[in-house]
C-alpha cells in the first residue's frame, strides 16, 4: 500500500491550503484515514480522521481544518484555512484497517511520507 501526500508549501498566516493523499495497493473504501503533524522538537499528533462512510472527527483544529475524501479518485484531503504559525510542521496521513475512530498513531496500518507546511507570521 502507498500513500502519497501532496499539497504542502510557504503560506503566510491567514491563507489556505489543501492537502491530498493519494492511495494505491488496497480498496481505497476499506480504509480509515487519517491526518497527523509532526514539528520539530515534537511527537507527532493528531489532527483529523474521516471513517469509511464519512464520519469526520478532529482535534483543536476543528473550525479551520476540514477532512473529505473521494472514493472514486482514493485519495482523501485535508482543507486547511485560516492558517497560523503554529500549524507550521510536516503533515502525515495514514490508513488504516481497524473499525472505529482512533487518534493514535499505532492503531494505523499505513503511512505516507510527509508534506512540509510552512506558515509564516
Known amino acids: 500500500v502507498q500513500l502519497v501526500e501532496s499539497g504542502g508549501g510557504l503560506v503566510q498566516a491567514g491563507d489556505s491550503l489543501r492537502l491530498s493523499c493519494l492511495v494505491s495497493g488496497r480498496t481505497f473504501g476499506n480504509l480509515v484515514m487519517g491526518w497527523f503533524r509532526q514539528a520539530p522538537g515534537k511527537e507527532r499528533e493528531f489532527v483529523a480522521y474521516i471513517s469509511r462512510s464519512g464520519s469526520t472527527t478532529y482535534d483543536s483544529v476543528k473550525g479551520r481544518f476540514t477532512i473529505s475524501r473521494d472514493n472514486a479518485k482514493s485519495t482523501v484531503y485535508l482543507q486547511m484555512n485560516s492558517l497560523k504559525p503554529e500549524d507550521t510542521a510536516v503533515y502525515y496521513c495514514?490508513?488504516?484497517?481497524?473499525?472505529?475512530?482512533?487518534?493514535?498513531?499505532?492503531?494505523?496500518?499505513?503511512w505516507g511520507q510527509g508534506t512540509q507546511v510552512t506558515v509564516s507570521s
Open positions: 495514514a490508513a488504516g484497517l481497524f473499525n472505529y475512530y482512533s487518534d493514535k498513531t499505532d492503531r494505523y496500518d499505513y
